[in-house]
């Protein structure tokens, strides 16, 4: 008899495994046609004089800064003076930088917050949501001289006298009030854009398992889509910070051109706040060679103090960015 010898199993197909691209296999800017290369030329060019550009106003400042700035004038008010060593130092348009920046991104924050949740969120009814979606970008283009005149028509009405001057039923409409108010709106696109950014990188899978163990769509709103978009909402508030302080015009328009305060009655620090003040960019504004006080020292100085309060909000958005790269992003 002939015996029957088991054939063995036939093996799996061997699938060759991937192929990393060699480096010959991509494409070089060597063989590229001649207006192609002209462009990337044109590009490296661009970008690097705009470096330079940035480089030399820094360095610039920091120079001149460094030669004139002295400690005494951040805490020496301005005074009248024949020269620039007998007119004080901008103590108070330093502090009045403090109160319009803070002031104002307390009311962008919160409200830039809420809107970025409600049209990410719920983005009902859809017609508001994109007439919304529309307003926001169209404040984030109006530049600044018109809402200070919108600003002054709005705090100059006898109902929001008790928010400025008022000298014989006539409303003045300048203040911190009016100028933070104000620069908030210059502040609240960004705030906005930045937010809704964050949340949007959610997944939506993250919603569906709070949902699951019973937690409404405002708790899941509070305590998960919230704190996990805090980078993004710290981000859009330094930015929005940096649009703040550096605003001119409507310092200029609807907190006056005062080089000092200007308290109404009243008890502190209200009385501060319904006057008239300065800041740092209505001081080097006024303290320039063709501005009023014609005192380019301290306005070498006072730029190069507001520079470094640009510089830091900078630095402040880096590090955010670097935290939250660490901690990791969303994965769908």
């Known amino acids: 008899m002939e015996s029957s010898v088991a054939t063995p199993p036939p093996s799996p197909p061997q699938v060759p495994a991937p192929r990393k691209p060699s480096k010959d ?49 951040l805490v020496t008010p301005a005074t009248a003076g024949f020269g620039e060593s007998e007119s004080g130092g901008f103590a108070d348009a330093f502090i009045g930088t403090l109160i319009v920046a803070t002031m104002g991104i307390a009311i962008a924050l919160p409200a830039g917050v809420g809107v970025a949740v409600w ?44 928010l400025s001057r008022t000298s014989e039923g006539v409303v003045f409409g300048r203040s911190f009030f009016a100028a933070s108010a104000m620069l908030s709106i210059v502040a609240l696109p960004l705030v906005v854009a930045s937010t809704r950014e964050g949340l949007s990188a959610i997944p939506q899978h993250v919603r569906e398992a709070s949902y ?4 409404t769509k405002i708790a899941t709103t509070r305590r998960i889509l919230l704190p996990a978009a805090r980078p993004q909402v710290a981000t859009g ?9 550096g605003d001119t015009a409507i310092i200029v328009v609807l907190l006056g051109a005062t080089q000092n305060f200007a308290p109404v009655g009243g008890a502190f620090p209200l009385n501060y ?8 960019t209505n001081f080097v504004y006024e303290a320039s ?3 009023n006080l014609n005192q380019p020292q301290k306005a070498y100085a006072a730029a190069f103090v507001l520079l470094l309060m640009v510089l830091a909000l900078n630095a402040a958005v880096d590090v955010v960015h670097r935290r939250a790269r660490k901690v990791g992003t969303w994965s769908s």
């Open 25 to 73: 296999a991509v494409e070089g800017s060597a063989t590229w046609r001649l207006s192609d290369r002209i462009g990337l030329a044109i590009c490296w060019a661009l970008g690097l004089l705009f470096c330079a550009i940035a480089v030399a106003i820094v360095v610039y400042l920091f120079l001149q800064g460094i030669k004139y700035l002295k400690p005494s004038m």
């Open 119 to 162: 049209l990410v969120e719920y983005g009902r009814p859809a017609g508001l949501a994109r007439i919304t979606e529309s307003t926001i970008e169209a404040i984030a283009g109006i530049p600044s001289i018109v809402l200070a005149l919108f600003g002054t028509v709005i705090f100059s009405s006898t109902a929001l006298g008790f």
């Open 212 to 215: 699951a163990v019973g937690k």
């Open 237 to 245: 508030a330094m930015l929005g910070l940096g649009r703040i302080i």
């Open 273 to 280: 706040l319904r006057g008239a003040g300065t800041t740092l």
């Open 289 to 291: 060679p063709t501005g």
